[in-house]
């Protein structure tokens, strides 16, 4: 029993000192981690400030280094706009073009309805319509009743 008790304490120091060991190497890790990102600051604080006029003023060199930076990213920046105005103008001959397509279709097929003869118009115009038209134009087309009467008309009653 003595035996099993001391494996059984060797097995617990040597579970929980690896897992110590771990903890450990992780937070040396992020120790570390902490301190480049320390200096990633502080480097960034300086810089600022030099680029500010805060610390010293830059020399004629730094100026012009930093004159031609913006120079660059201007150069950048316009471009992409000329891009982003091309694009948008290409787009809308596109979208110009297809209306232009679609008006001149509507202009052919309306020369094509005007060019039939009247009564074809009247039958296109009766089979887009739902309820048939009264009103013919210069055709000859008469209306028909077609009441349905059981026993005698009313009007033969008279």
């Not at 099993?4 to 897992?19: P, S």
């Not at 097929?109 to 009247?122: I, N």
């Amino acid at each position: 029993m003595q035996k099993m008790m001391e494996r059984c304490e060797i097995h617990r120091n040597e579970y929980f000192g690896a897992e110590n060991l771990r903890k450990q190497q992780y937070v040396q890790e992020l120790k570390n981690e902490m301190v480049i990102m320390a200096d990633k600051i502080e480097l960034l604080r300086r810089h600022s400030r030099r680029l500010m006029g805060q610390d010293h003023s830059c020399s004629v060199e730094e100026l012009n280094e930093i004159i031609s930076k913006i120079e660059k990213s201007l150069t950048n920046v316009r471009s992409r706009k000329a891009k982003l105005n091309e694009d948008k103008i290409e787009k809308l001959k596109e979208e110009t073009a297809k209306e232009k397509e679609v008006f001149n279709e509507g202009s052919r097929l309306r020369q094509m309805f005007e060019a039939q003869p009247l009564w074809m118009q009247s039958r296109s115009l009766k089979s887009e319509k739902s309820a048939p038209s009264r009103d013919c134009g210069n055709m000859n087309i008469s209306d028909v009743e077609t009441d349905l009467f059981i026993g005698l008309h009313p009007e033969s009653q008279m």
